[in-house]
């Protein structure tokens, strides 16, 4: 190793360990720059209780990472002639006397531009957690079971109008992948997603099942006052095991098998893999002056010229906080899996920054 590559490895390090110590970072975390790995490992602990480190291959919650695996499948069936994007998911799925338009497509689903009700609208502050105050989590366990809390609210806007985050729409993805295979969401994804990617450490593992290396979630806790008071489980917080719209658990290592698989040749065909890959519509702007755009799940920011910076996913959940980018210009990539609130966007950010992945951005 050369003493640039130590200094950069030193400045990511340091990176990590500070948000460990100001910010309660754990998890585990992969940076690589111009094709090759620079810097893994892991910090924190994936059972608090018997005081269980997390390791590099530690299984974490993915939250809405999963979104892009949910797309991959659409596009694996695609390619086998089983759905269309522009299939309508009422002329597939029962959804009885609900209002949810029947010009929603399969495509509309993808790219957050179906405009039905979310169960929770988090840009409007709603909070996910809430609905199981009153619900039971624990009795949601497939895809259907989802369906009560956002199917006869009235749609936001028409189909295709405009471009708003929807969790609940992949959740209707994922209906019409169970319909048009006979099999259940965890099923498909595992057939046609985990596997071929050659991501072995990969599932949707239910949180009162008994599954190796699962890194328990830890939310932070406030008291009556509103004042920080530790930390917390994350049991009660969503449903025990996953759905179309987050949930996986996964491994930094298995995310970096995702990616190269959707890139390369033998997973997509050709016109699967360019639209997977490419922004569909505007969503917002980022703090750089730049755009973002959103795809079939997939991210992506531009500089204000135009230039490519960046692409991928991220989710949040109480005690889960998950992101993965790719860095075409300097062939990087990075990975951040947590196990607690931890604020993995600015820690991507500055360690974009530090292994030349972005020297330009000050921020999204």
């Not at 480190?53 to 695609?78: C, M, Q």
């Not at 609208?121 to 619900?135: H, K, M, P, T």
């Not at 405009?162 to 969401?185: D, H, I, P, Q």
Request: glycine letters at 10%.
């Amino acid at each position: 190793m050369s003493e640039s590559d130590e200094e950069v490895e030193s400045a990511l390090s340091a990176i990590i360990d500070r948000h460990e110590r100001e910010d309660g970072f754990w998890g585990a975390f992969v940076v690589e720059a111009r094709g090759r790995k620079i810097l893994s490992g892991a910090r924190g602990h994936a059972h608090l209780g018997f005081r269980i480190l997390n390791r590099p291959d530690t299984r974490f919650d993915t939250a809405s990472v999963t979104k892009i695996f949910t797309a991959a499948a659409v596009f694996r069936l695609i390619d086998r002639g089983l759905v269309s994007l522009d299939d309508r998911v009422r002329d597939i799925v029962d959804l009885g006397d609900s209002p949810i338009p029947r010009e929603v497509t399969l495509g509309h689903c993808l790219t957050h531009t179906s405009g039905i009700a979310d169960d929770a609208d988090e840009e409007a502050g709603e909070s996910y957690e809430e609905i199981w105050r009153e619900r039971p989590c624990y009795r949601v366990r497939s895809t259907r079971d989802l369906l009560p809390q956002f199917v006869m609210k009235e749609p936001l806007f028409a189909p295709g109008q405009r471009c708003r985050y929807n969790n609940c729409a992949f959740v209707l993805a994922g209906l019409v992948l169970e319909v048009k295979t006979g099999m259940t969401y965890h099923e498909i994804v595992e057939c046609e997603v985990f596997a071929p990617a050659g991501m072995t450490r990969t599932g949707f593992f239910a949180k009162d099942g008994i599954e190796p290396d699962l890194a328990e979630g830890y939310a932070k806790a406030r008291n009556e006052d509103g004042h920080p008071a530790g930390l917390r489980k994350n049991i009660y917080a969503y449903p025990p095991v996953g759905s179309p719209d987050a949930g996986a658990y996964t491994t930094v290592d298995d995310l970096r098998h995702f990616f190269g698989a959707i890139e390369g040749p033998d997973y997509l065909s050709p016109a699967s893999r360019r639209q997977i890959l490419s922004p569909v519509i505007h969503y917002s702007e980022i703090k750089t002056g730049g755009e973002r755009r959103v795809g079939y799940a997939l991210e992506h920011d531009f500089d204000p010229s135009g230039r490519l910076l960046r692409y991928g996913k991220d989710g949040v959940n109480p005690g889960a906080a998950a992101i993965a980018m790719r860095y075409p210009a300097g062939d990087g990539f990075i990975a951040l899996l947590a196990n607690t609130d931890a604020d993995v966007w600015t820690m991507c950010r500055e360690l974009a920054r530090a292994a030349g992945l972005d020297p330009a951005r000050s921020g999204s």
